[in-house]
């Protein structure tokens, strides 16, 4: 029997419920890939790939490994190389700047806006004066629509424009959010998204995928995704990598794709009841007009003792909540080397302090929530 004293604890992320949903679907769709047994590249890939494009407007779509694979082939099909500056916010999750340093490139850290998490415009312009200061070449805006919502490319591409960068978004959270009526995939040169498991859109596995509208772009990275082929796989014409997504997942990923939007619309209900009942006890996360967020994170901002409090206050009601980011990107043992924007990052550095997520997916039914809202609301009285 269930002790009826310790209330059961919730998931913060329900891929259970959504299994549950999707039924015997993704079985059966893994099961047809295992009998074909065209494991590599398979005719799912193919039909994922048109399927993503259309369902965000993008002209070309390519998967891929996972979301850093993504944001590495654009990085490795651009040439960003040693002496390149490439500005990325530092309140992010790794990846961002992870591969800008791997191809020995240099990733300037910009600070972020308080009210929405995303890159700040005037901290782009101020790092892309460092950058020069430096002696950096200004090549590569990383926006990061971070927790789902989509970055502020009405002024970041413009001043991308105007110093001659290139704008590479990181939707690896925001794939199926929208832009004044455009979907996320379609902004600046090149989009990298991850389906990671835990993301809005995630497969079984690892996974990810570039949007671009550029024909010679993608022509390039498809064959970077496969050790820089040429006209057959044993004709190498330029250095890739083993980038790709398996036809396992594809199938995976065209079941969860046919149920997304109902799953957002889910999320985004769920976001405006957290809203209205917690938005007098703390800073809740609000969305500009025009634009919608898939909530891959729901993130209160709080005095940082209160919110170590709550997070203290919620775990015994069985209540999992998150701290993203514990750390900024600088303030890493593997970052705090690389040059952040002149005036420093002061928004980041108190965002790390007062963040806290609370249980989010598209199965957050209204007694769960309630539960959620009622004892986060003891806990802030
Ligand atoms: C998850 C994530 C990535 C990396 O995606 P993977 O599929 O895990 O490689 C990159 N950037 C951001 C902002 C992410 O959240």
């Not at 005719?43 to 996972?66: D, I, N, Q, Y």
């Not at 389906?195 to 990810?208: H, M, T």
């Not at 004709?235 to 794709?257: C, H, P, S």
């Amino acid at each position: 029997m269930h002790d009826m004293t310790e209330p059961a604890a919730i998931p913060f992320i329900d891929l259970g419920a959504q299994r549950r949903r999707l039924g015997a679907a993704v079985d059966q769709a893994v099961a047809r890939v295992i009998d074909h047994g065209q494991y590599i590249l398979g005719p799912e890939v193919r039909e994922l790939e048109s399927r993503l494009a259309a369902f965000c407007g993008a002209k070309h779509a390519l998967s891929c490994a996972s979301g850093t694979d993504a944001l590495m082939l654009v990085l490795l099909a651009q040439g960003i190389r040693p002496g390149d500056a490439v500005f990325c916010p530092s309140f992010t999750f790794c990846a961002t700047a992870e591969v800008v340093a791997l191809v020995g490139a240099t990733p300037l850290f910009v600070d972020v806006e308080a009210a929405t998490f995303n890159m700040s415009p005037q901290g782009l312009e101020r790092g892309i004066a460092t950058a020069k200061r430096l002696g950096l070449k200004p090549a590569l805006v990383i926006p990061v629509d971070l927790f789902g919502l989509p970055a502020d490319y009405d002024a970041i591409l413009p001043i991308a424009e105007r110093h001659g960068l290139k704008v590479l978004s990181d939707a690896a959270q925001s794939f199926g959010a929208s832009h004044r009526g455009r979907k996320v995939g379609t902004f600046g040169l090149a989009t990298a998204t991850s389906f990671f498991p835990a993301k809005p859109l995630g497969c079984y596995g690892d996974g990810g995928a570039v949007f671009t509208d550029d024909d010679q772009l993608i022509e390039v990275l498809r064959s970077l995704r496969v050790h820089g082929m040429g006209s057959d796989k044993y004709d190498n014409v330029r250095l890739g990598m083993t980038g790709r997504l398996d036809t396992i997942q594809a199938a995976v990923l065209l079941e969860k794709l046919k149920i997304f939007d109902d799953e957002i619309a889910a999320r985004d209900r769920a976001a405006a009841a957290y809203n209205a009942a917690l938005k007098d006890l703390a800073i809740v996360p609000r969305v500009p007009e025009g634009l919608t967020s898939v909530w891959a994170q729901y993130t209160l901002r709080l005095r940082p003792g209160r919110r170590d409090r709550l997070a203290a206050d919620l775990r015994p009601q069985g209540i999992p909540t998150a701290i993203y980011y514990p750390k900024a990107l600088h303030q890493q043992v593997a970052y705090r080397h690389f040059p952040v924007a002149d005036g420093g990052l002061a928004v980041t550095e108190r965002l790390v302090d007062e963040v806290i997520s609370l249980p989010m997916h598209g199965y957050l039914d209204d007694a769960t929530q309630a539960r959620i809202i009622e004892a986060v609301r003891r806990a802030l009285a």
